[in-house]
């Protein structure tokens, strides 16, 4: 890792740098209802605290970037919210959601402990500047069309703003129309800007805009993609799972069941661990 680890604040609620392992992002795609959720979270801090993973429970309260008019979008914004703080404090466990426009980081930051950048909006100088400002942890998504070294200059703009706290999540790259690749030079490129790097292995194995309007996936390639980042350095891995994603209403095609995250979990830390043994 290039980044000076005692440099960087610990997210409220976990301790990365104490655990020597990596932290997990995790949660479904967008609140669906309370029932998905707190399943959900439930099952994922179980797998925190027996494989000593420092989680933070991630889904956003509202999808904007939908191919069709038609698809799901959220429950409402303060309704999800609220769910998401109820989590957040039932649970004591972080929270991150994404936003979509400046005026939604005043209020999403009052409900969670991280604000999320979409990767399409990684460059949208007001939206960095407007969640720079609420004093949260921001984890900006690296935009698909980028490469990792170029994401520094979202990351000045929060600095610049009087933001230190920065997370940066690598999604993969656009490769043709309707596919993604992962070039993993961007893992240590970005970590060089001196910010904890998290490989997001579900969203990197879309398929995006298929010719019916809902994207597709590859889930079969996600621990794939999983052990690949842990073996160059990533700080942390982002995974979006739902209790049965065939029934999910938003990105089901590329989410991992929730019952898989077990075997998933346990291979991705044995091998943290034996890649630790060579530090």
Request: charged share 20%.
């Amino acid at each position: 890792m290039f980044y000076m680890q005692n440099q960087i604040p610990d997210i409220p609620g976990i301790k990365f740098r104490e655990s020597g392992n990596f932290f997990l992002i995790a949660g479904p795609c967008v609140v669906e209802g309370e029932d998905v959720i707190h399943e959900t979270a439930r099952h994922l801090i179980s797998l925190s605290e027996k494989y000593s993973i420092p989680l933070i429970f991630k889904s956003s309260y509202r999808k904007a970037n939908r191919s069709r008019g038609d698809s799901f979008t959220g429950i409402g914004d303060i309704k999800a919210l609220r769910i998401l703080a109820d989590v957040r404090q039932k649970y004591s466990v972080p929270v991150v959601t994404d936003i979509h426009n400046p005026e939604e980081a005043a209020m999403a930051a009052e409900f969670v402990d991280v604000l999320q950048i979409p990767a399409f909006l990684c460059r949208q100088t007001d939206l960095l500047t407007a969640a720079a400002r609420t004093g949260k942890w921001v984890n900006i998504k690296k935009g698909q069309f980028l490469s990792g070294s170029s994401m520094k200059f979202a990351v000045d703009k929060v600095k610049e703003s009087g933001n230190s706290y920065i997370l940066l999540t690598d999604r993969g790259n656009s490769f043709g129309y309707q596919d993604l690749i992962v070039d993993f030079r961007n893992i240590p490129a970005m970590q060089k800007i001196g910010v904890p790097v998290i490989m997001d292995i579900t969203h990197s194995l879309q398929q995006p805009n298929q010719a019916e309007g809902v994207s597709g996936g590859n889930p079969e390639m996600i621990e794939t993609i999983g052990k690949a980042a842990i073996s160059v350095g990533a700080d942390g891995i982002f995974i979006e799972t739902h209790p049965d994603p065939a029934t999910a209403k938003s990105d089901g095609a590329n989410m991992l069941k929730l019952s898989e995250m077990d075997n998933l979990l346990s291979r991705l830390v044995a091998l943290r661990k034996t890649i630790n043994t060579f530090k």
